[in-house]
């Protein structure tokens, strides 16, 4: 398994708490993100249960660069700022990449450790729930292997950041191709440790095993 779970309470607290905490856990971590996983119902069938994708941009042109990992597809989420928690983090990088604003968060958060450019990073994944209502109206079809439906909505995307995004079920998550330096702009392509994380919040929200906690306000922390 490529990632731990950290009790919300360990998380939500002042930035320098959290790595004295992961320290203490022997984790090294030279630099964090964080993320977040939302999900919605098809309202007509409850049962079919979706996660919400959004496809990285190559260019970032307020920047001036190219992006990492461009054309895969990831949750919401982005690099630390000093001076925030990393909830607030989640939630402020929700709200630029989506439009979207967090309400509730689970009493569980993932943990993943990655080295980007030969730095050990930690990314922390909240899997949250929003105040808008969410609808799988732009959905990924597996028959023409891109993303089929209206792109109107709720959900706006920064361009900087992603190009497009979908609702995908859990078997095209599991069924998603691996990155490689050939494959990222074919099909659904989805890190690994992204991919696993994601997995297990299907498999913990079919079996009821996650609780959530209501945020105050517009859930700023």
């Known amino acids: 398994m490529a990632f731990l779970t950290i009790p919300f309470e ?7 708490n959290l790595q004295n905490t992961l320290q203490a856990k022997q984790l090294d971590i030279k630099s964090f993100s964080a993320s977040t996983t939302i999900f919605c119902r098809d309202t007509c069938d409850p049962s079919n249960l979706y996660v919400l994708l959004c ?16 054309g895969t597809w990831e949750t919401p989420g982005g690099g630390h700022d000093l001076g925030e928690s990393i ?7 929700t709200e630029e990449e989506t439009k979207l604003r967090v309400s509730r ?41 891109c993303t089929v439906g209206p792109k109107d909505g709720v959900i706006v995307l920064d361009p900087d950041e992603h190009m497009d995004f979908c609702w995908a079920t859990e078997a095209q998550i599991r069924d998603s191709l691996p990155y490689n330096a050939e494959n990222h702009h074919k099909g659904l392509v989805i ?5 696993e994380i994601i997995l297990d919040v299907f498999e913990r929200l079919r ?13 700023q922390s």
């Open 55 to 70: 496809q990285r941009a190559y260019w970032d042109d307020k920047l001036g660069k190219s992006n990492s990992w461009g």
């Open 105 to 145: 968060v689970s009493n569980k958060v993932y943990l993943d450790l990655f080295n980007h450019k030969n730095v050990p990073m930690g990314r922390c994944t909240f899997h949250v729930e929003v105040y808008e209502e969410l609808q799988p109206q732009r959905t990924w079809c597996d028959e023409k292997q």
């Open 207 to 219: 079996s009821s095993q996650i609780d959530m906690i209501e945020l105050p306000g517009n859930g």
């Open 191 to 195: 890190l690994d440790n992204k991919k």
């Open 10 to 16: 360990e998380v939500d607290v002042p930035f320098a």
């Open 87 to 93: 909830l607030a983090t989640a939630i402020r990088e």
